[in-house]
């Protein structure tokens, strides 16, 4: 083991400090310690906590970590919130959290500042649980909105999902994604001295999930919750999913091909499914928009011009899957691998449009549809 992943064992706060920075940055160092803490993770409870902005979430988990401390528990506080981090007040908010915890060395906050893409996010935080967990931390609270893909599978990452939610809300609570409202274990009233609290938790019921309610500012019913929360770990005792896909073989994105872009877009949008990417790739001559689906992604492609590959697919066959591009540990070896076998190989390894390595696989060796195959990279 590293001499920093040591030291993190050990509790040393600095050092998991800065390699949670290392972390959210893809810093390849820090992701190397990560990687060698990994076998120490498990232990940790993982409570998702989100809601719509203005429920009171920060205060909730602000008492719900003092209760912990009081128990002799230590806890990580993941806060992810996109609204926050374009403003730079995250980095506010966390230091003012900090001096309401006083520097406890039991109490670890981050609030996720990456910029990086869809899906990069969720990564990012499901390294970070990882890393806290590894280091030993008793409980990780992940802080989300509760709104946007990015949350859903952000949520996703917790073992009880907590769904915060305030009275007045009115039909807002029909704005809340739908996969928060589904994923939720329990729901919370907060600021249940409010007029309204009585009909949301009407509203509710027919979701037959324990409905709690507090009144965080006060510390009202805080007992209550984190009972829910305990009985609710000793019972779900959910496997904490596997995060570190490194090493297998996993489908990156379907790529499909359409006469017209914004037209397909429109109807994948209606499912729900957001664009995380567009561009037009020069050399293929083709409009590319990339959404992320789960773990992997549909890939639309429109011809760019009248003579390009995706042009003449689209006028022999019509318009349908193109490809289907799986990622693998190490392309090298898997081509390799593919040539001593006899698979017909299309092209040498080449540079994509996002930089990584990829290569294709005529359908003949693969059942009929087209492959790609590609380098999978840190990102
Ligand atoms: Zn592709």
Same mark, same amino acid.
């Given at each position: 083991?590293?001499?920093?992943?040591?030291?993190?064992?050990?509790?040393?706060?600095?050092?998991?400090?800065r390699t949670a920075t290392g972390v959210e940055n893809r810093d390849p160092q820090a992701l190397e310690t990560l990687r060698e803490l990994a076998p120490f993770a498990g232990g940790a409870r993982i409570i998702g906590i989100t809601g719509p902005p203005g429920a009171g979430k920060s205060?909730?988990?602000?008492? %719900?970590?003092?209760?912990?401390?009081?128990?002799?528990?230590?806890?990580?506080?993941?806060?992810?919130?996109?609204?926050?981090?374009?403003?730079?007040?995250?980095i506010l908010g966390d230091r003012i959290r900090m001096q309401q915890h006083h520097a406890d060395s039991g109490i670890f906050i981050r609030s996720m500042a990456t910029r990086g893409s869809t899906g990069g996010l969720a990564r990012?935080?499901?390294?970070?649980?990882?890393?806290?967990?590894?280091?030993?931390?008793?409980?990780?609270?992940?802080?989300?909105?509760g709104v946007g893909q990015d949350e859903v599978e952000i949520?996703?990452?917790?073992?009880?999902t907590v769904v915060v939610l305030v009275p007045g809300m009115g039909d807002d609570v029909q704005a809340i994604k739908a996969g928060i409202l589904e994923i939720a274990d329990i729901f919370v009233i907060n600021k249940s001295d409010q007029p309204g609290a009585d009909r949301l938790e009407i509203e509710l019921q027919?979701?037959?999930?324990p409905i709690l309610r507090t009144i965080a500012t006060e510390g009202t019913g805080i007992e209550e919750l984190l009972?829910?929360?305990?009985?609710?770990s000793l019972t779900v005792a959910a496997p904490i999913p596997s995060r570190d896909r490194q090493g297998a073989v996993g489908l990156d994105h379907l790529g499909i091909v359409v006469p017209a872009l914004d037209a397909a877009l429109a109807f994948y949008?209606?499912?729900?499914?957001?664009?995380?990417?567009?561009?037009?790739?020069?050399?293929? #001559?083709v409009h590319v928009a990339l959404l992320p689906a789960g773990d992997s992604r549909i890939e639309l492609l429109e011809p760019a011009a009248p003579?390009?590959?995706?042009? #003449?697919? %689209?006028?022999?066959?019509?318009?349908?899957?193109?490809?289907?591009?799986?990622?693998?540990?190490?392309?090298?070896?898997?081509?390799?691998? %593919?040539r001593a076998s006899g698979a017909r190989l299309l092209n040498e390894p080449r540079q994509g449009a996002g930089g990584h390595l990829y290569v294709f696989v005529h359908p003949a060796s693969t059942g009929g549809v087209l492959l790609e195959l590609i380098q999978e990279t840190e990102t």
């Open positions: 083991m590293n001499e920093v992943a040591s030291r993190i064992r050990e509790g040393d706060a600095r050092s998991l400090a205060t909730l988990v602000d008492v %719900l970590a003092a209760a912990l401390r009081k128990q002799g528990k230590t806890v990580a506080i993941i806060a992810v919130d996109p609204t926050s981090r374009m403003t730079g007040g995250a990012a935080t499901a390294d970070l649980v990882r890393l806290m967990d590894a280091a030993g931390k008793d409980y990780v609270v992940i802080e989300t909105l949520a996703g990452l917790a073992q009880i027919h979701l037959h999930k009972q829910s929360i305990t009985n609710r949008q209606t499912l729900g499914l957001a664009v995380a990417h567009r561009e037009t790739v020069a050399t293929e #001559k003579d390009s590959p995706i042009a #003449k697919f %689209l006028e022999k066959r019509g318009p349908g899957l193109h490809h289907v591009a799986l990622k693998v540990p190490d392309l090298a070896a898997a081509v390799e691998r %593919l």
